[in-house]
């Protein structure tokens, strides 16, 4: 298995520009996490999605960030515009929802907003 | 809150010696825990998790944990470390909600 996919690996934009994350994940697997990581805050869930509807989206930061579940497939994490302070390491991770919480991680989206 | 607590933030070691990082979680509920690998520039991967049974759990890499439920405590331990070991180590606990909620992470640097 490929494992969950992110692309892009890096991302570099200027402030107030839109940037798009994507996320595939594993084949199978129904439920989808996104997370931020930064050295100030660490490792922060934003949203998750199980059967591609979004469950918790409480750690999303405010209106500028959105993410989407368009199939079982495909995920989306959408900031616009962007700020400097949205600089981080942005992960997807996915599991089956039965195997009791162990989440599968992608190899992750470094953004950079100058 | 929910929360999880890594009581150290950086361990420096040389190479042979034993590790032990602490965690704390605030749940009283039933919880899955689990210790997270990320060595330097790469994503996050599971050493090892405890959802029943046995408290203490062996994990890739010669890594074990031992879960006591008294002392809300689920603390990581090596007896030998190597220089490969260098990398940051994530605590997570799953609450029956299914969110896996992590600790700061520690930064462990083994010196060769």
């Known amino acids: 298995d490929a494992g969950v996919i992110q692309s892009p690996r890096h991302e570099v934009t200027e402030m107030g520009q839109e940037v798009t994350l994507r996320c595939k994940p594993i084949?199978?697997?129904?439920?989808l996490f996104w997370y931020r990581q930064t050295m100030m805050r660490g490792l922060e869930l934003l949203i998750y999605?199980?059967?591609?509807?979004?469950?918790?989206d409480s750690g999303m930061p405010e209106d500028r960030f959105s993410a989407k579940m368009p199939n079982a497939s495909f995920s989306t994490l959408k900031i616009q515009p962007s700020e400097p302070r949205d600089s981080a390491v942005y992960f997807c991770?996915?599991?089956?929802?039965?195997?009791?919480?162990?989440?599968?991680f992608g190899p992750g989206t470094r953004l950079t907003v100058t | 809150a929910q929360s999880v607590s890594q009581h150290n933030h950086h361990v420096i070691l040389s190479e042979a010696a034993s590790l032990e990082l602490g965690c704390n979680y605030s749940?009283?509920?039933?919880?899955?825990l689990f210790w997270y690998v990320q060595y330097p520039g790469q994503h996050l991967q599971l050493l090892l998790k405890?959802?029943?049974?046995?408290?203490l759990v062996k994990g890739i890499k010669g890594f074990e944990a031992e879960f006591i439920k008294s002392k809300f405590s689920f603390n990581l331990r090596k007896p030998s470390v190597q220089w490969s070991d260098t990398a940051e180590y994530f605590c997570a606990v799953r609450n029956q909600g299914g969110k896996l909620i992590f600790g700061q992470g520690t930064e462990l640097s083994v010196k060769p």
């Open positions: 749940y009283g509920g039933t919880v899955n």
């Open positions: 405890y959802f029943s049974g046995d408290p």
């Open positions: 991770a996915s599991n089956t929802g039965t195997d009791k919480g162990e989440q599968y």
């Open positions: 999605f199980n059967n591609n509807v979004p469950i918790d």
């Open positions: 084949s199978g697997h129904n439920s």
